[in-house]
């Protein structure tokens, strides 16, 4: 794993880098999280296995940890892990504990991805639990993208 900040970003190592559009970072809350979901928007938390534990998810959310417990990220490996139920052409929605990493991914979604839409949670988990919205259990859904080896 490389630091995420460093040269990966500007090295121009993700061969579709040059070519990515760059699309606006949209910050929501929760009601607007709520209703991008109804309308099948996909949500990806960001966040480490023990905060999912800790706090639960959003229910429906895919589980792909970013950074590791140290900052470090491998963008193109987490880009493929993400693969199967995203599109750089669909909007997505990302979330973490308070909305600070999730800023990050989503720049990077938006500007070295070339995501065309993309929704970052401000408060993050912390702030929908905070606003008495329920939360699921992460057990299964940490079961599945581990036999799937997309967490």
Request: charged content about 20%.
């Amino acid at each position: 794993m490389r630091p995420f900040f460093a040269p990966l970003l500007l090295s121009g190592s993700l061969a579709f880098a040059s070519l990515a559009t760059h699309a606006e970072v949209i910050d929501i809350d929760n009601a607007e999280l709520a209703q991008l979901m109804q309308q099948g928007v996909p949500v990806i938390d960001i966040r480490l296995q023990a905060e999912w534990e800790e706090t639960g998810i959003v229910a429906g959310s895919k589980l792909n940890t970013f950074f590791d417990e140290r900052g470090y990220a491998d963008p193109a490996a987490w880009l493929e892990k993400i693969k199967p139920y995203t599109k750089a052409d669909q909007p997505v929605i990302v979330i973490c504990r308070t909305g600070n990493r999730t800023r990050a991914v989503s720049r990077f979604l938006s500007q070295q991805a070339g995501y065309a839409t993309v929704y970052n949670v401000k408060a993050g988990i912390k702030g929908w639990i905070q606003d008495n919205l329920p939360v699921a259990p992460a057990t299964p859904e940490i079961a599945a993208c581990r036999s799937a080896g997309t967490c």
